[in-house]
């Protein structure tokens, strides 16, 4: 059974933009914290941006300013806008229901891959 799907990635040039999308079933997304994560090729994974269900938002450092993460409870699903994208930003991106500062709720699914690039 399919618990998470993430969508939106893809290839954009330096300063563009992307939206990412999870889509959660109700019973992971109601209640929980959820978290946009990264992992960039030989680097560990990285936690980028979390909401909680009242809609309190914190962020890596290296994404303030650029990155809005946002929940759409009515249709259990949480977004990452990324803005002035940077090559720094190329990994594989995910989303997961975030239980602490370590642990995540869900086994990793497969990401969407962005890529900045010329």
């Known amino acids: 059974q399919v618990q998470l799907v993430e969508s939106g990635g893809g290839l954009v040039q330096p300063g563009g933009s992307l939206r990412l999308s999870c889509a959660a079933s109700r019973s992971i997304f109601t209640g929980n914290t959820m978290g946009w994560y990264r992992q960039a090729p030989g680097k560990q994974r990285e936690l980028v941006a979390a909401?909680?269900?009242?809609?309190?938002?914190n962020y890596a450092d290296s994404v303030k300013g650029r990155f809005t993460i946002s929940r759409d409870n009515a249709k259990n699903t949480v977004y990452l806008q990324m803005d002035s994208l940077k090559p720094e930003d190329t990994a594989v991106y995910y989303c997961?229901?975030?239980?602490?500062?370590?642990?995540?709720?869900?086994?990793w699914g497969q990401g969407t891959q962005v890529t900045v690039s010329t």
């Open positions: 909401i909680t269900t009242s809609g309190s938002t």
């Open positions: 997961n229901a975030r239980i602490s500062s370590t642990l995540v709720l869900l086994s």
